[in-house]
């Protein structure tokens, strides 16, 4: 497997790693009135792990494509956001999906148009 595969493979697996640590540990610890909120914390996880690891699957895809990364850490933070959705993104696109429509709420109770 080449480098842009492997990156892939180990996001993708550090992802769901997050969202089980965030389902056993952090969600029960949250009030029910603040469960909207347990993104934060997720997002921030993902992008702590990120950069601890050093995960970054923008650089190796673009190095494939000839292209120079101009600032590395752009690809670990934006790695570490994807990360901290967690398995939240096959939720969000599968139709009908609970966690989809939570996700919907979460973002229509945020952010109100004036």
Not at 4 to 18: C, D, M, N, P, R
Not at 29 to 46: D, E, F, R, S, T
Not at 76 to 98: C, E, M, Q, Y
């Amino acid at each position: 497997m080449d480098t842009v595969g492997l990156s892939f493979a180990a996001a993708g697996a550090f992802a769901l790693i997050l969202e089980r640590i965030i389902e056993v540990v952090i969600d029960p610890l949250v009030p029910p009135q603040y469960k909207k909120w347990i993104v934060i914390p997720a997002l921030a996880l993902g992008i702590l792990g990120a950069f601890a690891f050093g995960l970054d699957v923008i650089g190796p895809l673009m190095a494939s494509l000839g292209q120079e990364e101009m600032l590395p850490w752009v690809g670990k933070l934006f790695t570490g956001l994807a990360i901290g959705g967690g398995s939240n993104l096959v939720h969000d696109l599968w139709p009908g999906s609970r966690k989809g429509r939570e996700r919907v709420e979460f973002f229509t109770d945020v952010i109100k148009p004036d």
